[in-house]
């Protein structure tokens, strides 16, 4: 598998095969820094005088250092950037041929995907997408590895259900995902938060190709029959802050509850949010709701957020392994696996 100067701006750039060898690749690279048995073809320092930069326009704590800390295991030189000119004072074209000169690998993290799309059309590198408004590729990577780990399966026998808000980028990486792997997906949404019915049908059709089910329910505790995860995230993402209230009166009854656990089941059915969550006071957030609207949790219950169930640390850790996965894949001069 050759997927040295490929972009990873979503998967739907990408075949079957391509994604479950990124993953085969994330849990040899994981072997490797773990110091366990692993394929001969991921040793040395892979990424060794690659040089690299994070252009964020969003806010992050697992992308960022997942990206950091992949990048220097592997010996390539990080930038971290902020505070680029790009789309003041100077156009995104530009800054992408500046960027491409520079750089071997850019990441992006921020708003339109027409915006990784774009620094890839003009950079000449590889650009990988850290988060758009409308997808998450490199989260479903670490939600599919985390699943596979801790159930023993291969993804064509695992059975994901999400709860909360349909169309967000999260819920659209893992309906692709999960279609092009030939994973059973489900997701429980409100109707004014459906998935997009155009990404939603090119799913369908992935899906069934693949020999696998999606479908859409209005009631949670129909979408979680059988799963081997439940799946949701914050009610607002970045950017909608405004909509808390709109969206509170949506998803109250969307919440995570240790009986919807117990809706699928499945005794070991597994908990993963892509967080930050709030399950609890202990965030300024949090704080604000609970006084505004009398909540002391949101999208998942504190039981269910600290119970056996939860994977959610293995899953943020995942991030890193599965990133280092798509860098080395797209990048390295030394991979032999």
Request: glycine letters at 6%; charged letters at 25%; hydrophobic letters at 40%.
């Amino acid at each position: 598998m050759n997927l040295k100067g490929k972009s990873f701006l979503t998967l739907l750039d990408f075949s079957r095969e391509e994604v479950e060898y990124l993953l085969s690749l994330a849990f040899e690279l994981k072997a490797k820094k773990k110091g366990m048995p692993h394929s001969s073809g991921v040793d040395g320092k892979l990424l060794e005088d690659k040089n690299i930069v994070l252009l964020f326009d969003k806010t992050s704590t697992r992308t960022r250092c997942s990206f950091e800390v992949a990048a220097y295991d592997e010996g390539a030189n990080v930038t971290f950037l902020t505070n680029s000119q790009m789309g003041k004072k100077e156009s995104l074209e530009d800054t992408a041929n500046v960027l491409g000169r520079l750089y071997d690998g850019i990441e992006y993290r921020g708003y339109e995907q027409s915006v990784v799309e774009d620094l890839a059309k003009f950079s000449g590198v590889p650009v990988w997408n850290g988060l758009t408004d409308i997808d998450h590729p490199t989260q479903f990577l670490a939600d599919m590895m985390t699943a596979m780990e801790h159930t023993g399966k291969k993804p064509s026998e695992i059975k994901f259900a999400y709860i909360g808000d349909g169309r967000n980028n999260v819920a659209n990486a893992l309906m692709i995902g999960c279609s092009i792997l030939g994973s059973d997906y489900s997701v429980a949404t409100p109707p004014s938060l459906m998935p997009d019915p155009q990404l939603l049908g090119i799913c369908m059709d992935k899906a069934k190709g693949n020999g696998s089910e999606l479908k859409v329910f209005s009631d949670p505790s129909d979408a979680v029959k059988n799963a081997d995860v439940i799946y949701t995230d914050i009610w607002c993402s970045m950017g909608e802050e405004d909509k808390m209230a709109e969206r509170i009166e949506l998803l109250k009854p969307y919440q995570v509850t240790m009986d919807l656990l117990e809706a699928s089941g499945n005794a070991n059915v597994l908990f993963e949010h892509c967080l930050p969550s709030f399950h609890d006071l202990e965030t300024s957030i949090g704080k604000d709701v609970h006084a505004k609207f009398g909540l002391k949790e949101m999208e998942v219950t504190d039981e269910v957020f600290r119970s056996r169930n939860s994977v959610v640390f293995d899953e943020a850790e995942n991030r890193m392994h599965t990133i280092k996965a798509v860098m080395v894949a797209t990048l390295s001069d030394k991979l032999s696996f």
